[in-house]
């Protein structure tokens, strides 16, 4: 014979919303925990994007180099992560922007006129990231390339490589914000300080 488990016979409707043995408790229980669950992984995987923003912004050190006389390296092109080269592009002019958060390197810019080349790297896990707005003009016409960020990701250094097609000479203009809307400006390379393909 089986053992049988005590039906309760005693239980009100106000009893059967009550969490418990015998209410509908255990099935609300597991609801809100799988709810919690789900907003707890909702946070965890929001976690890789920028929660913050600098303040005070980081400083931004520019570097030209004029690539007819390339390749470059060394000197000031050096960095903590993996330096930077010019190869040789004529009548080019390639930037280097290095931003540093009081003895902390952030991120760097850079515009190779050789391919045409952006690079965008992050490089402090600091849950914050740069957003990097590329223009050019030709003629007297000004094309808008986009908005580029570095991958966030847990490597201690991200970094991403735009390939454009730009004619040759033409300006090209770099600015560094630090939130997604481009509202708060931290430097650039524009306008007679811009780069040229």
């Not at 409707?13 to 919690?36: E, I």
């Not at 690539?67 to 390639?94: I, K």
């Not at 580029?148 to 991200?158: G, N």
């Not at 400006?185 to 393909?197: D, E, K, L, P």
């Amino acid at each position: 014979m089986s053992a049988r488990m005590p039906v309760r016979t005693d239980m009100t409707a106000r009893d059967a919303g009550r969490p418990g043995r015998f209410g509908g408790g255990r099935r609300r229980r597991a609801s809100l925990g799988a709810a919690a669950l789900l907003s707890a992984a909702g946070v965890l995987a929001s976690g890789a994007a920028p929660a913050q923003a600098y303040s005070p912004n980081p400083k931004v050190t520019a570097v030209y180099r004029d690539t007819s006389t390339c390749p470059c390296s060394g000197g000031a092109l050096t960095d903590p992560y993996d330096s930077t080269s010019f190869a040789r592009d004529p009548g080019g002019y390639a930037v280097k922007l290095s931003l540093k958060k009081g003895s902390s390197f952030v991120g760097k810019v850079e515009f190779h006129p050789n391919d045409e080349k952006l690079w965008v790297y992050d490089t402090k896990n600091d849950n914050d990231t740069i957003y990097v707005h590329i223009t050019y003009t030709s003629g007297r016409t000004t094309h808008d390339l986009g908005t580029y960020t570095a991958p966030a990701t847990a490597a201690v250094a991200d970094h991403m490589t735009k390939d454009f097609d730009i004619p040759e000479g033409a300006g090209v203009d770099i600015s560094v914000y630090d939130d997604a809307r481009l509202t708060d400006y931290i430097g650039g390379a524009r306008g007679t300080g811009g780069a040229v393909a």
